[in-house]
């Protein structure tokens, strides 16, 4: 078994958190504007930083502590939010990291960024598509939903973009 990292463990808690807070955010604030005229469910900012949340854990802690964060996100929600809404994100996280992971593992040599980006993309459409459709029966904010989670998850991977530089710059 892989003994975690404190940075492995800070992923896998904020990861964690996203699960309920997203579902709470859908719970209490219903769709909200995501750009060019489209709406989405609140959620739909806290899973495309979920997202970016889930390659950093899975890099620090590997692919079964970051399922194992699925299941206790999934057990928050059930007990935080609406328990339709959390069995909706289940589903839609499990099938979206499952097929994250084979977009991300091979493209995680060819550097980090580009591994998140890639596999972000595959997992932005399978989750919105499963969760549209198990916790909303249709796919109106379908638009909206893939809209909001790309915002999300540039603004991420641009954030840990200047960070790896900065961090390059002072190492030389």
């Keep these: 078994m892989k003994r975690l990292s404190r940075s492995g463990v800070a992923w896998l808690a904020a990861y964690v958190a996203t699960i309920p807070a997203a579902n709470l955010a859908v719970e209490h604030f219903g769709a909200v504007p995501v750009g ?10 806290v899973v495309g930083l979920a997202l970016v949340l889930r390659d950093l854990a899975r890099k620090a802690a590997g692919r079964g502590a970051v399922v194992a964060a699925i299941v206790a996100g999934t057990v928050l929600s059930w007990w935080l939010a609406d328990p339709g809404l959390a069995a909706a994100s289940a589903a839609a996280f499990v099938v979206a990291e499952s097929m994250d992971f084979v977009v991300y593992e091979p493209l995680r040599e060819r550097g980090l960024l580009l591994a998140m980006l890639a596999s972000n993309a ?4 399978a989750d919105s598509l499963l969760f549209l459709r198990i916790g909303f029966g249709g ?26 530089r900065r961090r390059k710059v002072v190492a030389s």
């Design 36 to 45: 060019f005229g489209y709406l989405a469910p609140a959620g739909v900012y």
């Design 122 to 125: 595959v997992g932005i459409v």
């Design 139 to 164: 796919f109106e904010f379908l638009p909206g939903q893939l809209l909001g989670k790309a915002w999300m998850t540039l603004a991420a991977v641009t954030v840990l973009a200047v960070i790896a």
